[in-house]
């Protein structure tokens, strides 16, 4: 367990960043992702090089839209409005990692979420929707609005770095 752990944790920790703002929370998130991971490792089925890190990545973002569905939140339910960028993808060449992270960090959790399953997890809207008790139509306009709103974020940063 202690290799396992000291292996997977940053990585895990990373995955779980993406859901989860609040540090606190994702403390209890991860705890009680390690939990599942070492109670249920029996059940783990190997299928090449990767899947026992995919297999606990998917815990992981289990346990995070779990907690987010705990905090009684309804982060789907906004409407703000921006302004009407092109859908072409914001020149990000210059931005570090780091800063990439802390701008999709000011994505509303709704937005974040979304968008996160989506591009990262390469789930289907159909997906989204049965993960989040939502309309497959509602995940398509949260992501739009996701790109929309992270477009003009880096937008705005990096018109402060001019």
Wanted: hydrophobic share 35%; charged share 30%.
């Amino acid at each position: 367990m202690d290799g396992l752990y000291a292996r997977y944790a940053d990585y895990l920790t990373g995955v779980c960043y993406r859901y989860i703002t609040n540090e606190e929370d994702l403390k209890d998130v991860l705890q009680e992702s390690f939990i599942k991971i070492f109670t249920q490792i029996s059940s783990f089925e190997y299928r090449g090089k990767g899947s026992l890190l995919a297999w606990m990545s998917r815990i992981v973002v289990n346990e995070s839209l779990q907690m987010l569905r705990r905090q009684k939140n309804d982060p789907l339910i906004l409407d703000t409005e921006l302004p009407d960028l092109p859908d072409d993808d914001p020149d990000t060449d210059e931005l570090t990692p780091d800063v990439i992270v802390s701008l999709l960090k000011k994505l509303p959790e709704g937005y974040r979420t979304v968008l996160n399953l989506y591009v990262i997890e390469g789930k289907s809207h159909k997906e989204i929707a049965e993960l989040l008790g939502i309309k497959p139509d509602s995940s398509a306009s949260q992501l739009h609005r996701a790109k929309n709103m992270l477009a003009h974020i880096i937008k705005k940063y990096k018109s402060k770095l001019v």
